[in-house]
Nanobody
Framework: EVHLVESGGGLVQAGGSLRLSCAAS????????IGWFRQAPGKEREGVSC?????NTYYEDSAKGRFTISSVRTTVYLEMNNLKPDDTAIYYC???????????????????WGQGTQVTVSS
């Protein structure tokens, strides 16, 4: 059974950094696409970044140049730098295999989800 647990969220000032972790169990991480998504109050869940089973990485436009996704053994990380108040949201990781072509940042394409971790960026 796929099991995902996020951690690393918190309160940070604008311009600061956080590293989110997604601890995976019950499956082989390298065989899956793992995505990071976020949902702000009153907004739809959106894709932030994804790393696919072949090691390719994808980023939502606002995350490019600021966020970095990486995978080490059973943990997928999201390094977030130069954080902005608009980054405030609950961040979720999700897993899927196989992932539909072109669906790297589409929440409904992912079937297994963690419980989320809150990120709050103050101005």
């Amino acid at each position: 059974e796929v099991h995902l647990v996020e951690s690393g969220g918190g309160l940070v000032q604008a311009g600061g950094s956080l590293r989110l972790s997604c601890a995976a169990s019950g499956f082989t991480v390298d065989d899956y696409a793992i995505g990071w998504f976020r949902q702000a109050p009153g907004k739809e869940r959106e894709g932030v970044s994804c790393i696919t089973s072949d090691g390719n990485t994808y980023y939502e436009d606002s995350a490019k140049g600021r966020f970095t996704i990486s995978s080490v053994r059973t943990t997928v990380y999201l390094e977030m730098n130069n954080l902005k108040p608009d980054d405030t949201a609950i961040y979720y990781c999700a897993a899927e295999e196989p992932l539909l072509f072109g669906a790297t940042l589409i929440p409904r394409a992912f079937g297994s989800w963690g419980q989320g971790t809150q990120v709050t960026v103050s101005s």
